[in-house]
């Protein structure tokens, strides 16, 4: 039985079509800078959103109409709506998904009982998998809505939970290669603390970092070789989590000797929240070399929550791809839309509508970076207002030749500072947006 009887295969209908369930700028097979669209951007829709959000919010109760769902927490639910999700993915085109353990399968009364639950769900995954060729970007493990995890999970005060979630994340690591995923993702959902009257935070970091370390050295023995990511977020359900930014990972993952297993998934709406740009987070990790992928989205920069919406601003969009595209690209990540629809987009094709738009807005933000790119429109500016470290004392200060003696010999001598030139940023907005009006 089809779950999306009324909708065709989305395609590809140029800048002119007005047809809303048609792209206008993902042309999956047009070459931009020497790849196809579908290879930079490497689309994904996320399971939990997409096909587990049910519209409630605090004050009130399910809204979403999804008739492939029953409702129930049986496994022969979670098998269908597995085929309902493969034939939505399947007529979008996005060539990847995201899944939690959780999402896909429900949670039984035991570890044993959860994995086997799993076990029946991974099966149908496959064979959705095998029937269309969509493939895993990555899997996760959610540790953090079962009580259990209340205090956190890997840095909870109660080991067992610390021990309980190991199990968790060993299983979603086997499940993750068993299906073939290209990278595995940790989010720390509750990693953090409420108030820093109960917590001791250096044992909670020596323990998240230990958690990690775990998850590594198992991926080695069972020949798991996808791409580990951390995914930053600084609030939200705690009121700090330790993972609040890209560099606040980053450095973790230096303190802690983890700088080679793992690279970073920025999320927009994490960045905003985090008192960031998303091109500030991109940009951070792209020059630390731990760029491995982004969650698409967009906040309300009029509420302070992860609103999680579709994003669809080009200007956005576009300092996304720019940024993307001077660090050499998402790879093995990808564009994962870790967005919802709406409480009132209650209908099972806004779906549709949802991710049509969003793929359309990163594909013109690609094509839009690109003809940025080509001209050299920024950098040649960014080059030259540093010209003065690639000769004289800026080389020396470089290269360490300076020291303070030479540079003060060097003012001494020279009395004052050369003079400065303009950050001219009101002609490179303007100059941006020429590009945004320019591309067909
Ligand atoms: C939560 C969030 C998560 C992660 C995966 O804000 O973004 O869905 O992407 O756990
Ligand atoms: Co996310």
């Known amino acids: 039985m089809s779950a999306f009887p009324d909708v065709e295969k989305i395609r590809y209908e140029g800048p002119d079509s007005t047809n809303p369930l048609a792209f206008r700028w ?55 709506r597995v085929r309902a999700a493969f034939e939505f993915i399947e007529k ?16 039984g009364s ?32 959610n540790l953090f809505s079962n009580p259990r995890y209340m205090h956190g999970a890997s840095t909870s005060c109660n080991a067992d939970a610390f021990a309980f979630a190991a199990c968790q994340v060993k299983k979603c690591l086997e499940v993750t290669l068993e299906l073939g995923g290209v990278n595995y993702v940790f989010w720390g959902g509750r990693e953090g603390y409420q108030n820093l009257l109960n917590t001791d935070m250096k044992r909670e970091l020596d323990h998240m970092a230990r958690f990690m370390h775990l998850a590594v050295d198992y991926a080695k023995e069972i020949g798991f070789t996808g791409q580990f990511l951390i995914e930053p977020k600084p609030k939200e359900p705690t009121k700090h989590q330790y993972d609040s930014d890209a560099a606040a990972c980053i ?4 303190a802690y000797d983890l700088m080679d297993s793992f690279k970073l998934n ?25 760029l491995g992928s982004i969650d698409a989205n967009t906040g309300d920069l009029m509420l302070g929550w992860d609103t999680d919406q579709f994003p669809t601003n080009y200007y956005l969009t576009t300092e996304c791809m720019l940024t993307i595209l001077k660090y050499g ?53 960014v080059a030259t ?14 290269s ?12 001494l001598e020279k009395k004052e500072a050369s003079s400065n030139s303009s950050g001219r940023q009101e002609m490179l907005e303007h100059l941006f947006n020429r590009y945004l009006d320019s591309v067909r």
Not at 92 to 107: I, M, N, T
Not at 251 to 254: A, E, G, P
């Open 26 to 80: 993902y042309n999956e097979d047009e070459v931009v800078e020497g790849k196809t669209m579908k290879e930079h951007m490497r689309f994904s829709v996320v399971y939990w959103h997409t096909f587990r959000a049910t519209g409630t919010d605090p004050f009130g109760s399910e809204t979403m109409v999804r008739p492939w769902d029953d409702g129930s927490n049986s496994v022969e639910n979670a098998q269908n």
């Open 92 to 107: 979008l085109g996005a060539p990847y998904y995201a899944f939690h353990d959780r999402d896909v399968a429900p949670e």
């Open 110 to 141: 035991s570890l044993a009982e959860s994995n086997s639950i799993l076990d029946q769900v991974v099966k149908v995954l496959q064979e959705e998998q095998d029937r269309t060729g969509i493939k895993l970007l990555w899997g996760t493990a």
């Open 251 to 254: 450095n973790f993952l230096r």
């Open 266 to 290: 920025l999320e927009t709406n994490h960045a905003t929240l985090a008192g960031h740009t998303m091109m500030h987070e991109l940009d951070y990790a792209g020059h630390q070399g731990a």
């Open 329 to 381: 690209g998402l790879m093995p990540g990808g564009v994962n839309f870790d967005a919802k629809v709406r409480r009132e987009s209650f209908e099972p094709i806004d779906l549709f509508h949802a991710h049509v738009g969003g793929m359309d807005a990163f594909a013109r933000g690609l094509k839009t970076a690109a003809a940025i790119r080509a001209d050299n429109a920024l950098d040649d500016f």
């Open 385 to 398: 207002r540093y010209e003065s470290w690639d000769t004289g004392i800026g080389a020396e200060i470089e």
């Open 400 to 411: 360490g030749q300076a020291d303070m003696k030479s540079l003060e010999s060097y003012m």
